[in-house]
């Protein structure tokens, strides 16, 4: 099922990648940091962080989303980030 992002729809990772190159300044991400991220994670799962942080920054959560995703970069290359129990937790805080 398609999920509306950033003025249009989602419908598989390259759509993603796509919308969250274009979501990039919308929430204050520099152009480096969004290259770094890709450069070290992919990007996939660089377009799957930035999709992240576009909520944590939309719910106030965060301040620097360009250094957030700095951040995430380090502990990528250490083998510490878990992208997916940061989604699970987000998918299981929406559930009623």
Avoid: C, T
């Avoid at 660089?46 to 620097?64: M, R, T, V």
């Avoid at 995703?69 to 129990?85: C, F, M, N, Q, S």
């Amino acid at each position: 099922m398609a999920r509306a992002m950033a003025g249009g729809y989602v419908r598989n990772w390259d759509d993603l990648h796509r919308a969250a190159a274009s979501m990039r300044p919308m929430v204050g991400i520099s152009e480096n940091a969004w290259n770094v991220a890709q450069w070290n994670l992919g990007p996939l799962p660089a377009a799957a962080a930035l999709a992240l942080i576009y909520d944590k920054y939309d719910k106030g959560e965060i301040k620097s989303s360009s250094g957030y995703l700095r951040g995430i970069v380090p502990k990528a290359l250490d083998g510490e980030l878990h992208l997916e129990r940061s989604f699970y937790g987000r998918m299981s805080e929406r559930r009623v």
